[in-house]
């Protein structure tokens, strides 16, 4: 079975921009060193979406087939079997695949907490370091050994006889292929529905970190106004009224918290105006 980390690079067909360049070797060579777009790096928040959903797919998908495996075992114990048979190394084989999930589940939880953590960062840049911490774990020789799980159960059923654990293991790695397939279908069908509706994916910052990082404070016109230009705000243009619940950004620009607090959550943490990032003091850009 496919998991998280196998989908990293989820194909974007616009996303690499193929430049014509004519026959000539000199261009060509050029061509060539221009640094390509990654995908999985220039669509940050999608990536991390599409992971943290096909963790949660395969862990699902994998507990369901195991414990269905587990069924299958129990009901052919080992000791009921001749000394040499393939329905022994039919059980080896599956012995082999409980260890493989044991390792997983260890694995999916850590994939899942650390892009659950890169989601929640507050700028593009710490968003950006991560999605490469999370990247940077990799259990690559489990995902081999799972893979080789849905072409060793057809080559070893169909030289076994037709005892009850093949006919019910070849029964089962159905379900196995069924669920690989599902996944390869969804990845991209997922992908391409979150780069292409804005509405989804929030690329701006969280609820959290705006809080903390702003400050609102309701408009009080017998008080002399002490911020950066006049009391109206930026976006709307609106000049202030009584009790207008004002956000102050570090930078100093303000507006109503109605109209920007949907920019900042939705499209990005920069202020409208002056494209100053809004992230804590201890983690700013340079
Ligand atoms: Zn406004
Ligand atoms: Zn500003």
């Known amino acids: ?21 004519g026959n000539e070797a000199v261009e060509d060579e050029v061509i060539d060193r ?16 599409l992971q943290l959903r096909t963790t949660e797919f395969s862990a699902v998908v994998n507990t369901l087939l195991i414990c269905h495996l587990a069924r299958i075992v129990w009901a052919s ?15 080896a084989v599956c012995y082999v695949h409980f260890g493989v999930f044991c390792g997983r589940t260890k694995y999916w939880w850590k994939n899942h907490a650390l892009y659950s953590a890169a989601r929640n960062q507050p700028t593009p840049r710490l968003l950006l370091m991560g999605v490469d911490r999370a990247r940077a774990y990799q259990v690559p020789r489990l995902n081999i050994l799972d893979n080789l799980w849905l072409v060793l159960v057809p080559c070893l059923t169909y030289f076994a006889s037709k005892t009850a654990l093949s006919v019910n293991l070849r029964y089962h790695w159905k379900w196995c292929l069924w669920g690989w397939l599902a996944s390869m279908i969804l990845v991209p069908i997922m992908f391409f529905v979150l780069r292409s509706s804005i509405i989804i994916v929030d690329h701006g910052m969280t609820q959290d970190c705006l809080e903390a990082n702003t400050k609102i404070s309701a408009f009080d016109p017998s008080k002399p106004w002490s911020a950066f230009g006049d009391p109206q705000c930026g976006i709307c243009l609106v000049e202030y009224q009584k009790n207008d619940p004002i956000r102050l950004l570090p930078c100093d620009h303000h507006f109503h918290t109605k109209c920007v607090d949907g920019w900042l959550k939705k499209y990005t943490n920069h202020c409208p105006f002056c494209r100053a990032p809004i992230e804590p003091a201890n983690t700013k850009e340079d």
């Not at 221009?34 to 979406?49: A, F, K, M, Q, W």
């Open 34 to 49: 221009r640094p390509r777009i990654d995908p999985t790096r220039s669509y940050l928040h999608e990536n991390v979406i």
């Open 77 to 91: 114990p080992a000791s009921d079997l001749p000394f040499l048979c393939m329905d022994r190394v039919l059980l």
């Open 1 to 21: 079975m496919p998991h998280g980390e196998a989908l990293v690079g989820a194909p974007v067909a616009d996303a690499v921009e193929d430049v014509h360049v």
